[in-house]
Structures are given as structure tokens and as C-alpha cells.
């Protein structure tokens, strides 16, 4: 399988001469061609000189910034993907990133193969981005975020416990939208792409069994907010933004990212989010085997008017009555 590296023009910043060489040789075997800086003012003059289609940067470093840096990218005509590598423990300053428009972070220390994934990711998100902008949008919207769709299923693949999740939450959420009276082609793409926020979180520390570090309970509780500002740079109307904004609110106002309650969810995030956790319950956890279609009900019945809305409840029932095949 050809990498999507391959042939991409990396810029690879960083005044730590050593970490410069660590992530260009992880990204050459990739495929790569990278060229390093070792300031940031130094990064800024090889941005100018010469087109890059990624840019890996330190955050602090003497001189200017890996956040000038991607602000001078973000500025050019076609502007490279960004990954940001921040130092240890800073969470704040990945998130600070990535709300400014970075495509991906690598906290340090961190092992290269992070970099590749995340610089592999990125490639993906920048072409679809060059590919919306040589047509128009409203009608390659569609068809983008199918595309992102299946980057977000093969990196699931990479984890058996989330393996299929978008794709199943997908299925689950057309059934749902038949019986809601919910645009099913629109919400069966918010399914697809709601969690595309969670590629910024490192996947190896989803996959244990202990208690999350806190840095990963912070990325975990902004990534619907991270997922609807990629899929609207990609084109997505505001009834998907919406939905992917809101798809981890509960019915109660206990969810997050806003802590919206009742009928200030709308109506296609309370529908995702139920789907979304129907998927995650009939699916293996580290602590726990994955549940049949009963469990499943039994658990939509009990959190009724807590996680879940009255009718999203009644509806997922009659469907998985219906249907326990989608659970597959």
C-alpha cells in the first residue's frame, strides 16, 4: 500500500537539531522529501521560498513561533497541512493549535511512527481541502466527506476496540432518521465523519484500560468542537456542523463540549449521539465484552430523559426490534 506520504514536500522545524533529524527520517521512510529548519525564523524563510504541501513545527522556539509559522501557511495560496509539536504536557498549547486551523499535534517526547500518523492524516485532509476548492462546493460537500469517512474508518481499523464504529453509527443513524423524520442523507454524513476529531488524540492511549492522562481527557472532551471546524473548512453545511458540534450533549445537560440540555440539542446531534452510543455499546471494550441487542435496549430505556431524548429512545427501540442486524 503506497503511503500517503509519498512524494509530499515536508518542512520539518525545530531547534532541536536531533528531533529535526528524528521526524525527517521517519518521514523519508515514508516516502518524503524533507527539508529541515532549525528556527523559526528560518522555517518562515524556507515557507516563502519554496512550496511545501506539510509542515511539522516545534511551538516555542527562538525567534518566531511554530504559531507564526502556521499563520504564514494558513496565508499562502495553497497552504501546506501543519502538525505542531508541543512540549511536554502542554495540552493547552496543542488545543490553541488546533482551533487556529493546525491539522494535527505530536505531544513530546513521542516516538517518530506519531509523526508519521499524524503527518499521514493531515496528507489526506489537505488533499481532500485542494480537492473541494477546484470545484464547487455545493456539490462535492457530499462527496468529500464520504471520502473523510473512509480515512476515519481506516485509522479505526487501526484499533480493534473502535474498528467499524463510524461506519455502524452510520448505518444506525439512517435507520434512526426514517423514523425521526430527519434528512437521512445528511445525517448519515455527520455519522460518518462525527468522530474525525478523535484522530487528534494519540491512538495508544485509547487503547489500555487504566484511567486516561488528563491531557487525553481534555482532547477527548473538545473533539466534537476540533471534528465540526475540520468538516466545515471542508465544505459541511451547518445542519452537519451542528450535529458533529453537538453529538456528545445529553438529554439532562450533562454531556459536553456546552453542556446543552433538552431541545437546545438539535434534533440531528440527538439523534447521531444516540447512534454514536449504540455503536460504542454493542462494540468490545478493554473492561467489558460487547453487549447483544437486549443489553443494548435495556441500557436506551434507562437512560431515557438522562443521555437520551424520549424519542430518540422510542425510536432506536423500534429499530433494533426491527433490525438487530445493524448492530453487526
Not at 504559531?67 to 495540552?91: C, K, M, N, Y
Not at 462535492?140 to 474498528?163: C, K, M, N, W, Y
Amino acid at each position: 500500500m503506497i503511503s500517503p506520504l509519498a512524494g509530499r514536500r515536508v518542512l520539518v522545524v525545530d531547534d532541536e537539531r536531533a528531533i529535526a533529524a528524528l521526524v525527517s527520517r521517519q518521514l523519508e521512510r515514508a516516502g518524503a522529501t524533507c527539508v529541515a529548519a532549525h528556527s523559526g525564523t528560518e522555517g518562515l524563510e524556507q515557507l516563502a521560498a519554496s512550496g511545501f504541501d506539510i509542515v511539522v513545527t516545534d511551538v516555542q522556539m527562538p525567534g518566531a513561533s511554530g504559531f507564526d509559522l502556521l499563520e504564514a501557511a494558513r496565508q499562502l495560496a495553497d497552504p501546506p497541512a501543519v502538525i505542531v509539536l508541543a512540549g511536554p504536557g502542554d495540552v493547552a498549547e496543542a488545543v490553541a493549535a488546533l482551533e487556529r486551523g493546525a491539522d494535527g499535534y505530536v505531544m513530546k517526547p513521542f516516538q517518530p511512527v506519531q509523526v508519521e500518523r499524524e503527518a499521514a492524516v493531515a496528507a489526506e485532509l489537505r488533499t481532500l481541502r485542494q480537492d473541494l476548492a477546484a470545484v464547487a462546493v455545493q456539490h462535492q460537500t457530499g462527496p468529500v466527506l464520504l471520502v473523510l469517512g473512509e480515512v476515519i474508518s481506516a485509522f479505526e481499523r487501526a484499533d480493534v476496540f473502535r474498528a467499524g464504529h463510524s461506519a455502524r453509527t452510520a448505518r444506525l443513524a439512517g435507520a434512526l432518521a426514517a423514523v425521526l423524520g430527519l434528512d437521512g442523507e445528511r445525517l448519515v454524513l455527520a455519522a460518518r465523519v462525527h468522530d474525525v476529531g478523535m484522530l487528534a488524540v494519540p491512538p495508544t492511549e485509547l487503547s489500555g484500560s487504566g484511567q486516561l492522562a488528563r491531557p487525553t481527557q481534555h482532547l477527548i472532551r473538545v473533539h466534537p468542537t476540533l471534528g465540526a471546524r475540520w468538516v466545515e473548512r471542508l465544505g459541511a453545511d451547518r445542519a452537519i456542523v451542528a450535529a458533529v458540534a453537538a453529538h456528545q450533549e445529553r438529554y439532562d445537560g450533562n454531556g459536553y463540549p456546552g453542556g446543552l440540555a433538552g431541545a437546545d440539542i438539535p434534533p440531528m446531534a440527538r439523534a447521531l449521539g444516540t447512534a454514536a452510543s449504540i455503536s460504542a455499546m454493542c462494540g468490545a471494550r478493554p473492561w467489558r465484552e460487547r453487549r447483544d441487542p437486549a443489553a443494548v435496549i435495556e441500557e436506551l430505556v434507562q437512560g431515557r430523559d438522562t443521555q437520551f431524548g424520549p424519542a430518540e429512545v422510542d425510536a432506536a427501540v423500534d429499530v433494533l426490534r426491527r433490525r438487530p442486524d445493524l448492530l453487526a
